[in-house]
Nanobody
């Protein structure tokens, strides 16, 4: 049993920054990977960034150099630092945990809106 709660979404102007947080609770030892996805109405949910327990990170090409995924292991929290935001970054951002069973757990999502 793993639960994820995202926070930090907001309205920001293009070029601005936001930091999203994803707090995990429950059986955190069952988590293999954590990451961020985003979805805009009418579009498929897309992968943004991921991080392993060892701290290895991976990013979608569209956000490389602008977004940084990190974690605070003591607080069971994963962050997504988003810099140089663009209007096309507007989406609902979802935290995801991939468990050792291959099951996926999703948070409720947090809205990020970037105005031009």
């Amino acid at each position: 049993q793993v639960q994820l709660v995202e926070s930090g979404g907001d309205l920001v102007q293009a070029g601005g920054s936001l930091r999203l947080s994803c707090a995990a609770s429950g059986n955190i030892f069952s988590i293999n990977l954590m990451g961020w996805y985003r979805q805009t109405p009418g579009k498929q949910r897309e992968y943004v960034a991921g991080i392993t327990r060892g701290g290895s990170t991976n990013y979608a090409d569209s956000v490389k150099g602008r977004f940084t995924i990190s974690r605070d292991s003591a607080k069971n929290t994963v962050f997504l630092q988003m810099n140089s935001l663009k209007p096309e970054d507007t989406a609902v951002y979802y935290c995801n945990a991939a468990l050792v069973t291959t099951a996926s757990i999703w948070g409720q999502g947090t809205q990020v809106s970037v105005s031009s």
